[in-house]
């Protein structure tokens, strides 16, 4: 049970983050949605011209893995609502600092510069949205299933 809600968080989360910087960089010209799905910087995986959908593919596997991993700490102990979200931006810790990271290693992309303070902002307000998601996921599913046994 636990995999499978890992897996529903995840899934959940992930796609509402890519929709959300793929409005982002439609209504704002910034690129944050191709900075998501960039993995030109990889060795052999960069190599290949991938699809949008294939990209976004790899996008949303990170995102089961992060999903997974939650709900494995969320079913430890009986935390409340806010205790996950505490866990849940704990995790998330590394979000920001993957922008920096993800801008500098582009190499064919046309991703924002490492100092485009306003994609950053973007980058920042679209994880803290998905960091917020995995709790209310989290207890939303957990509702439904005491609801219907």
């Not at 505490?86 to 991703?111: G, H, K, Q, T, W």
Request: glycine share 6%.
């Amino acid at each position: 049970m636990k995999l499978l809600k890992g897996l529903w968080i995840g899934f959940w989360s992930g796609l509402i983050l890519g929709v959300l910087l793929k409005w982002v960089q439609s209504v704002t010209g910034e690129q944050v949605y191709t900075l998501l799905l960039n993995v030109d910087f990889i060795p052999v995986i960069g190599d290949v011209q991938w699809s949008e959908v294939t990209e976004f593919i790899f996008h949303m596997s990170i995102s089961l893995v992060i999903g997974i991993v939650f709900v494995f700490l969320a079913k430890r102990r009986k935390y409340t609502f806010g205790q996950l979200v505490i866990l849940s931006l704990f995790m998330s810790i590394p979000f920001p600092f993957l922008y920096f990271l993800l801008a500098d290693m582009a190499i064919n992309a046309d991703v924002p510069a490492v100092n485009d303070w306003s994609a950053f902002l973007y980058w920042v307000f679209g994880h803290l949205t998905y960091s917020l998601l995995l709790p209310i996921l989290y207890k939303t599913f957990e509702r439904k299933n005491a609801v219907s046994q």
